[in-house]
């Protein structure tokens, strides 16, 4: 039998992998964290995700790592991640979806006033909002990858204007774009609703701090179903407290769980969920996984592969 294939994660039992695995491959030497991982020599394939640092290192044997996310900074956290194995990341049409879903709920409710709305209820208050009209709702999306552009091209879709922006130069029909250090404040000018779904890398850290937060129009809104790493928090709160910001709907945070004592849970215009915008199903994920392992086996070229220069 071939090498044997790995859950590393805490999140789940990895139940859910091994019956989806063993239904595109047939039978597998499949480990768990949770289970053991018996001689790790024998392990070939690891789907990994947050691994403690140096543990996928002791994996002699290795010869793919799989993230079971779509982003892939919990696997470059590790200063130790052996050189030379590929990483693959999963392609998961479901989070995909779901993640648009995430950022067009949050910007609906706030461009149709709905919080408003539910004060005035509980205040049995009937009263109108002002309405700005959809073709005057900008929308913003910071990264254009597979989640970005979906999600930018149904903004665009229900009428907002939309634009997006990554690293490098994307063109994409309808969506205005613009990249690079010199088309970031452009950008931001021009949001009233900015989406994050950038890659946490280097160059992304820290990247949402005062000057950019001060860049965007009064008012703007702010969506993050990305990483909290990319947030400078009292940037964030100093531009909410001073009603620069109209608000925030935050999925990820610099720290997970975020601290019961963290200023967001209370705030009055910040709505938080628990890392939840877009969770990984094995099932729509899987199929990129089991093509990787047979191309891995076949000794063909990956799909899916991640530059850890790039960090995506
Ligand atoms: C979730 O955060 C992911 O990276 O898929």
């Given at each position: ?11 789940t ?9 063993e ?16 001689n790790t ?57 779901q ?12 461009h ?59 063109e ?44 965007l ?16 928090d ?5 531009a ?15 720290t997970e ?11 009055p ?33 990956l ?10």
């Open positions: 039998m071939a090498g044997a294939i790995a859950y590393v994660s805490r999140d039992d990895g139940v859910a992998w091994r019956k989806v695995l239904a595109g491959l047939g039978p597998i030497d499949y480990r768990t964290l949770a289970g053991g991982l018996g020599d024998e392990i070939e394939i690891a789907l990994a995700w947050k691994p403690k640092p140096g543990l996928l290192a002791s994996f002699r044997n290795m010869r793919m790592i799989v993230s079971l996310g779509m982003g892939v900074d919990h696997l470059l956290a590790d200063d130790r991640l052996p050189e030379g194995v590929p990483i693959t990341r999963i392609m998961d049409d479901g989070l995909v979806g993640m648009s879903e995430y950022a067009i709920y949050w910007a609906l409710r706030h149709r006033d709905i919080d408003r709305y539910e004060a005035s209820q509980r205040a049995r208050t009937w009263k109108p909002e002002e309405f700005v009209d959809t073709i005057h709702r900008r929308i913003g999306v910071m990264g254009l990858g597979t989640i970005g552009q979906d999600t930018a091209r149904k903004f665009a879709m229900l009428g907002f204007p939309t634009a997006g922006w990554s690293r490098t130069a994307k994409i029909a309808g969506i205005e774009t613009f990249h690079g250090a010199d088309g970031f404040r452009e950008f931001l000018a021009r949001t009233d609703i900015l989406v994050d779904v950038l890659p946490l890398t280097r160059d992304t850290k820290g990247l949402l701090d005062g000057k950019a937060f001060s860049a129009p009064r008012g703007a809104y702010f969506i993050n179903m990305a990483r909290g790493g990319h947030v400078v009292v940037d964030l709160l100093a909410l407290d001073s009603e620069h910001l109209g608000g925030a709907a935050l999925d990820v945070f610099n769980p975020l601290p019961p004592d963290h200023p967001y849970w209370t705030h215009r910040v709505h938080v969920t628990p890392h939840v915008a877009g969770a990984t199903n094995p099932r729509t994920a899987s199929p990129g996984v089991i093509e990787n392992i047979k191309r891995l086996r076949a000794g063909q070229p799909i899916n592969t991640v530059d850890p220069k790039t960090g995506y």
